[in-house]
């Protein structure tokens, strides 16, 4: 095949740099590991290398156990009915593939053809498991990519870099108080730094300064007000304790920025699985990307909201921005109005006037 092959084992921090050297040699991809967020920031940076290298066609292959293993051998001799390269995403969703499945890998190995990137992801390996004999078949002529959970120095270097790359220059207290508080969930943390951006951020500024102080105020408000029961609610559709959440948050002050942040993001996030669904996806593979803990509500809402009126829906999430902002008529109407349009939209994504006549 031309191909020329190497061992390469790499850490996710270095697979950036990695495929910025352009190794289009390199066809074969195995994330191992049970941090989500590292997992699937790596999964999307493969992704993106391979549609930027012409694999603009893409199979997710969902392996559980009763997965048809043959899939993969045909999904890689399938020819594309554009010539196009093409990504197979296969998600190993047991602890290995198994006897068919390592065969099945191996036979591919054997052979991998030119046009097409194949990408897998399982959970960590772990015992005898690193060494069969298909990841050995993988290790020498692909890369393999283990994910571990950082330590806690890790994890504050981590935060460090994340807040720097989003413009935040944070004191040293200020990045240790949020390591202690998300307690090594780095989605949790990602999900605090963009808080503290659209809290903290000015128009005019070009960097962002963080303390300790600002860090306690926003991580404890989360917690202490609330705001993620909210996104809940919403999802499991319960119009009663929505607008008691509601009463409580307004009644405490927190930030209408934090309430809008919520439901944009939850807003978003439905709005991309219904088009996904409706493009022809499974329900396993949109649900495959939600954390575990929330899937079973995430699923109601994204049942609920399938035929929801989505234009109407992203407009009533710019006004808000907008009058959030200063803008539109809220000059004559203040905060109380933003409270309001924040109840309707809380109230439309769970399902109250939210589906078309």
């Known amino acids: 095949m031309g191909r020329y092959y190497c061992l390469m084992r790499i850490n996710p921090d270095q697979l950036s740099s990695f495929l910025q050297q352009k190794r289009e040699n390199q066809g074969v991809f195995l994330l191992s590991g049970d941090e989500p967020y590292q997992l699937m920031e790596a999964a999307d940076t493969i992704r993106q290398f391979a549609k930027?290298?012409?694999?603009?066609?893409?199979?997710?292959?969902?392996a559980d156990g009763q997965f048809d293993w043959g899939s993969l051998l045909g999904s890689s001799n399938s020819l594309s009915l554009f010539s196009e390269?093409?990504?197979?995403?296969?998600?190993?969703?047991?602890?290995?593939?198994?006897?068919?499945?390592?065969?099945?890998?191996?036979?591919?190995?054997?052979?991998?053809?030119?046009?097409?990137?194949?990408?897998?992801?399982?959970?960590k390996l772990v015992g005898n498991a690193k060494n069969a004999a298909w990841v050995k078949a993988i290790d020498k002529q692909g890369v393999v990519i283990q994910i571990w959970d950082l330590s806690a120095p890790q994890t504050m270097a981590w935060i460090n870099k994340q807040m720097r790359e989003k413009g935040m220059r944070a004191t040293s207290d200020a990045?240790?108080?949020?390591?202690?508080?998300?307690?090594?969930?780095?989605l949790a943390a990602a999900q605090e730094i963009n808080k503290l951006k659209l809290l903290y951020q000015k128009n005019d500024q070009d960097q962002i300064e963080i303390d300790e102080e600002q860090v306690l105020a926003a991580v404890s408000d989360s917690s202490r007000f609330s705001i993620f029961d909210l996104s809940n609610a919403v999802m499991l559709g319960d119009t009663r304790r929505i607008q008691h959440i509601h009463h409580n948050l307004k009644e405490?002050?927190?930030?209408?920025?934090?309430?809008?942040?919520?439901?944009?993001?939850?807003?978003?996030?439905?709005?991309?699985?219904?088009?996904?669904?409706?493009?022809?996806?499974?329900?396993?593979?949109?649900?495959n990307k939600v954390p575990r803990p929330r899937q079973k509500p995430f699923q109601q809402a994204l049942q609920r909201m399938q035929r929801a009126d989505w234009p109407h829906?992203?407009?009533m999430n710019g006004n808000i921005d907008?009058?959030?902002?200063?803008?539109?008529?809220?000059a004559t109407k203040g905060l109380t109005?933003?409270?309001?349009?924040l109840l309707e939209l809380a109230l439309t994504l769970a399902g109250n006037k939210a589906i078309k006549v």
């Open 322 to 330: 907008r009058l959030s902002k200063g803008q539109g008529d809220i």
């Open 337 to 341: 109005r933003v409270w309001l349009e």
């Open 252 to 287: 405490e002050g927190v930030p209408v920025q934090l309430i809008l942040w919520t439901l944009s993001d939850l807003s978003r996030q439905l709005y991309t699985a219904v088009h996904g669904l409706n493009s022809g996806m499974q329900m396993s593979q949109v649900m």
């Open 52 to 62: 930027q290298q012409g694999f603009t066609e893409r199979d997710i292959l969902h």
């Open 175 to 186: 990045v240790r108080l949020l390591t202690e508080r998300v307690e090594g969930n780095l």
């Open 85 to 123: 390269r093409k990504l197979i995403d296969l998600r190993v969703e047991t602890k290995g593939p198994g006897k068919a499945g390592s065969q099945a890998i191996r036979d591919y190995m054997d052979n991998p053809p030119d046009d097409k990137i194949l990408l897998i992801q399982m959970p």
């Open 313 to 315: 829906i992203i407009k």
